[in-house]
């Protein structure tokens, strides 16, 4: 992507330990990766990022990763949670680093405080809402 796009590679800085460990966990899955570079920035909470005609603040939302953000995209009414909020379930937290406290506190304070239609997109699975979350989550 840098070399193609001229990307940058965006982290909190209390998951980038995790570029260097890449090939290693790899092998304990039996799979192959490489390493990543070193990243070009780091994430902060609160942080706005601009590309093309986006404008994103960044959320940390640790629980999952002691790193983890989720990219609020406010014009659009849209939120990319990744692995901290699915629909009707939350993210791992059996992973180094992870806490289950730390994620539903995460939830409750950084994600639940934004407007009930706000979209919400997962690093996989189907697509929700907040206010669906609120309502609905289990965990909750």
Known sequence: AVAVFGARLLIHQNDAPMLG???EVARMYGMHGEN????DEYLVDGMEIS?????LKVLHTP??????????????NRVITGDT?????IGRTDLPG????QLLE??????????????????????TTIGHEKRC???F
């Open 21 to 23: 460990r890449v090939a």
């Open 36 to 39: 990543s570079p070193e990243s």
């Open 51 to 55: 590309f093309g005609d986006c404008r």
């Open 63 to 76: 629980g999952h990763t002691q790193g983890g953000c989720c990219l609020y995209f406010e014009k659009e």
């Open 85 to 89: 909020l699915f629909a009707d379930s």
């Open 98 to 101: 992870g806490s289950h406290e």
């Open 106 to 127: 995460s939830i409750r304070t950084r994600l639940f405080t934004l407007p009930d239609n706000v979209a919400a997109f997962p690093g996989h699975g189907p697509d």
């Open 137 to 139: 989550n289990p965990y």
